[in-house]
Every structure is written in structure tokens, then in C-alpha cells.
């Protein structure tokens, strides 16, 4: 059974910025990918940013040029930078996990983490 757990939420200034954290239970080693989704109340959860083993990191459209997903080295931590944030910004931030297994992947989620832009 793996844990995500998220970190570094909080309410915010528009242009501000937050950095979110995700640690895993288990190395960055067997992380396949690990994405970060945001849902905003009455609004679907979409992906916004994801660290892909191999790859390149993805960026959503709306948040290209503001938002960074990164780690360091073998680090079982993932990190969201979020620059100059906006209020459409506010919502509750999940990180997804797909982690290779002996027999299969297997995806987990964190427990969310509020973000909230406003004056």
C-alpha cells in the first residue's frame, strides 16, 4: 500500500506564489508518473502539471509558463512551484501516483491540499 502525502497549501495574493509537495512511501524509482490534478468546486478534476518518468514534464494550457513540476535527484518527492497565481487558481490540488508494481501498476492518490487565490 503506498501514501501520498501533500503539503504546502494555503490561501495566497493574486501573483503570488505557493510550492505544494508530494511524498511517497516508496522510491522515486518504481513512480511510473506523478501527476498533479486540481478540482475546483462544481468543476471536474482536471491534470494540471505531471512528472513523467523518461519524459518531459506535462503542463496543462492554462497553467504553461506559471507552474513547475520537479524533484531532486532520487528524491521521493515531488514539487508543484506555482507562480503568479490567479483566483481561477483556487481549488483543491491532488497528487496521482502510478506506481510500478511486481505484476502490475497500481495508481494512489494524496488527501488534497486547498489552494485558495484571493484578496
Known amino acids: 500500500q503506498v501514501q501520498l502525502v501533500e503539503s504546502g497549501g494555503g490561501l495566497v495574493q493574486p501573483g503570488g506564489s505557493l510550492r505544494l509537495s508530494c511524498a511517497a512511501s516508496?522510491?522515486?524509482?518504481?513512480?511510473?508518473?506523478m501527476g498533479w490534478y486540481r478540482q475546483a468546486p462544481g468543476k471536474e478534476r482536471e491534470l494540471v502539471a505531471s512528472?513523467?518518468?523518461?519524459?518531459?514534464?506535462y503542463y496543462a494550457d492554462s497553467v504553461k509558463g506559471r507552474f513547475t513540476v520537479s524533484r531532486v535527484g532520487a528524491s521521493n518527492t515531488v514539487y508543484l512551484q506555482m507562480n503568479s497565481l490567479k483566483p481561477e487558481d483556487t481549488a483543491v490540488y491532488y497528487c496521482n501516483a502510478n506506481v510500478r508494481g511486481s505484476t502490475y501498476n497500481s495508481d494512489y492518490w494524496g488527501q488534497g491540499t486547498q489552494v485558495t487565490v484571493s484578496s
Open positions: 516508496v522510491t522515486i524509482f518504481s513512480i511510473n508518473t
Open positions: 512528472w513523467r518518468s523518461g519524459r518531459s514534464p
